[in-house]
């Protein structure tokens, strides 16, 4: 395991500044919302629970009056006619002399028109009548009461006559679709409110009954339009355990309660409870409605609420990796707006390894990167700074360095030619010696008439022929110099003592090694793309490749070499110093043939 987090660190640590930047953001945004969604997953269910219940009372709630309201208007329609004159006196036998006659009376008459009334609100279906006579009497179709009267044997078969005949003391009863027979439901409504009373016939008290016919479907309505949840089932119950309405009689079967616990947990549980019903959970609530003996019952089975709270989740989980993803683009771009300004002074820093650092532009932004590119800015100013002054110091090296190579090229000369007007003095050829100082008086004239480093071929070629001119007068004329160069070459600039050293060379070591002493000398000159060419040649001994090969390698120079050796290299550094690697003394030697020397300058 400390393996395992030793490995993480260090994979962490070697990630780029952006991922890491990313991570953190992710991290401080994502550990809360995984918390809140953890502790809201697992109490999803019960707030689930708990508002579904709770929407469904409520609803309840407003539901019971709508019912109570339908069963009210019933009540008051059967109280209209129970409070009629007719009704009264047909329950008051002292006062109905003959119910043939009652039935075509005026109370009669007023009765049926008080009928036609109420059967004209929308709420009620029908109104009868029925009467426990024999169904030849005249009165049921042709008295005031035809169409409202009926004799008992149209109703003796059905389930509610069956209550009244069984159960005496019952004198009102709201009586449910299946208590109806089917002529009933088909003619005049599939739910009554029936009442019974007694009346004379023939000397004998015999029972009739007076049933308010209604629909069924109100009721349902009612119920159905103030659920909230599809998979709830809302029905009715009466004190019989029977159905008056429902908004689902298949799923009113299966969550059926029955009245006795109903009331039970009405008294017992403030109208909730939960019970299981088939192996599954499900939750009841309870309203008793007024002026009857039904109980409305709210029945909500849990698997749909745990289908609603997956379906939540699945939601919220969407909207959470939602989130994830906005916060981490959010990061993204967060973490490379700083991450970038960065990446954009390290990439320039990384340029440092193939030159010098370059400047960016001032940052806008205050912050720390602004701080570091300052800085970086500063860092580069002084880098400058100091390359140019390192610059400058090499400049002033290199100027140093030829001023040097120059002064020890004029000593070297002077030494050599002094000698000649020794040895000439010697041999007391003062003419000679006049000449040759005048000779040398006007070569140093030439050379010390500017103070430049620079002159020009014509004043260089005027040197060198003085130079051998004085090397002649030592050496019996025995050396030809033959110049060769295009007038236009001649107000070219070169370094000063250029030919000199080289022609000297040529004369010493090349010609005076020959064993009859005398040799040419030929100097020419031609203009290349890449600059100017000037060849100096000469037919003496020649040089050994072994010697050739460092002629102009300072450190190879063997100790003791002449000093034109040492000359000519000191010619070939100065040319390198001032122009550059690829120009200077170039040397091409056969033994017994002669030498050849380039002279490159731009």
Sequence with gaps: MKSFFSRMKRFYTNLRL????????????????????????????????SDTVRSEQEAAIQTAPLIEDTVLNILDAHESLTNHEFYYKLVNPARVESLEDFADSGEAEDFALEVQSLIQNNLIGDIRLYMDVPEQEPFFSQSSLRGIAEPMDHVRRTYWYGIFAGEPGTIKLFCPSF???????????????????????????????????????????LLKNNLTSNSSVAYIINDRDSMVATTDIALSGTYHFSYDVVQESVMSSNNFIRRNILGEDVYAGFNRIRNTNWYMVVAIPSTPLIHKSRVIIGLFVMVYLGCILASFMIATLLSRSLTNRLSVIVEQMSKCR??????????????????????????????????????????????????????????????NTMDMINWLSQQGRSQEVTVAVQKLSRFYKLTLSRKQSLSTIQDELEHVSIYVELLNMRFADNIDFIVD????????????????????????????????????IVLTGWEEEKGIVILISDDGVGIAPEKLE?????????????????????????????????????????????????????
């Excluded at 991922?19 to 689930?48: C, G």
């Excluded at 000199?500 to 040529?506: D, H, K, L, S, T």
Aim: aromatic letters at 10%.
């Design 485 to 520: 160069m295009p007038d236009s070459l001649m107000e070219r600039a070169i370094p000063k003592l250029t030919f000199q050293p080289v022609v000297e060379n040529c004369i010493l070591h090349g010609i005076m090694e020959k064993e009859e002493k005398e040799g040419t």
């Design 354 to 415: 193939l030159g010098l650092p370059e400047a960016l532009p001032d940052s806008d932004v205050q912050d720390e990167i602004g701080e570091l590119l300052d800085s970086y800015n500063y860092m580069t100013k002084m880098i400058h700074e100091l390359v140019e002054e390192q610059a400058k110091a090499a400049e002033d090296l290199r100027i140093a360095e030829f001023n040097s190579l120059q002064a020890q090229m004029n000593p070297h000369f002077l030494y």
């Design 179 to 221: 208590y109806l027979g089917s002529y009933e439901k088909k003619t005049y409504g599939d739910i009554a409110y029936i009442s019974r009373g007694r009346m004379i016939y023939e000397g004998k008290w015999v029972p009739f009954y007076l049933a308010v016919y209604f629909s069924q479907e109100e009721l349902d309505d």
């Design 550 to 602: 460092n002629i102009l390698a300072e450190k190879k120079i063997e100790a003791g070499s002449s000093g034109t050796n040492i000359a000519v290299y000191n010619t070939h550094r100065r040319l390198q110093l001032m122009y550059g690697q690829e120009y200077g003394l170039k040397y091409n030697s056969t033994l017994g043939v002669g030498t050849e020397v380039e002279i490159r300058i731009p």
């Design 18 to 49: 952006q991922t890491k930047l990313t991570i953190t953001h992710l991290v401080i945004v994502t550990v809360p919302m995984a918390a809140i969604t953890v502790l809201f997953v697992t109490q999803l269910y019960d707030m689930i629970v």
